[in-house]
């Protein structure tokens, strides 16, 4: 799956086990784009390609910082819609989660890269994730664009 070490656990320490619990969500909810992404089935990949657990860890600690979740209230405007989705959906961060990797992904193939090129692609990741936060039209989680990657 992509794991650092012999000990999984030890991958965890940066972001914590939130980023366990999206990988369980994405396994269960979305089985098939789940397997997809784990055994980078689709599009013309790299020699090098991205860790995939390790990944799903980033991915969790990127939406953490994006939507400024350790702060008491989020100063951004991608935060601030994000807080108004959890209110509709309590599982919103899990399914963001899922959408986020998917996009990860299909930025990855996109840009053609390889494991030295990871930061930059999450960083693009987020700054479309950011955009698509900021629409006016979003009122649900599946009113994101990106929610159209999820196969179920």
């Given at each position: 799956m992509g794991w650092q070490g012999a000990n999984p656990s030890t991958d965890f320490r940066g972001?914590?086990?939130?980023?366990?619990?999206?990988?369980?969500?994405?396994?269960?909810?979305?089985?098939a784009s789940f397997h997809r992404l784990l055994f980078k089935q689709g599009g013309q990949r790299a020699t090098w390609e991205y860790p995939?657990?390790?990944?799903?860890?980033?991915?969790?600690?990127?939406?953490?910082?994006m939507l400024?979740?350790?702060?008491?209230?989020?100063?951004?405007?991608?935060?601030?819609?994000?807080?108004?989705?959890?209110?509709?959906?309590?599982?919103?961060?899990?399914?963001?989660?899922?959408?986020?990797?998917?996009?990860?992904?299909?930025?990855?193939?996109?840009?053609?890269?390889s494991y030295m090129e990871f930061n930059e692609v999450l960083q693009v990741t987020r700054t479309q994730l950011e955009r698509e936060l900021s629409l006016e039209d979003v009122h649900r989680i599946k009113d994101l664009p990106a929610y159209n990657l999820l196969y179920q």
């Open positions: 972001c914590g086990f939130i980023s366990l619990e999206n990988l369980l969500f994405f396994s269960r909810t979305y089985p995939f657990a390790v990944a799903g860890i980033n991915v969790s600690f990127m939406l953490i910082q400024d979740l350790r702060s008491e209230k989020p100063r951004c405007l991608p935060g601030v819609t994000f807080v108004k989705l959890l209110g509709e959906d309590e599982s919103a961060f899990d399914v963001l989660f899922c959408i986020a990797f998917e996009m990860m992904d299909a930025q990855w193939l996109a840009m053609r890269a």
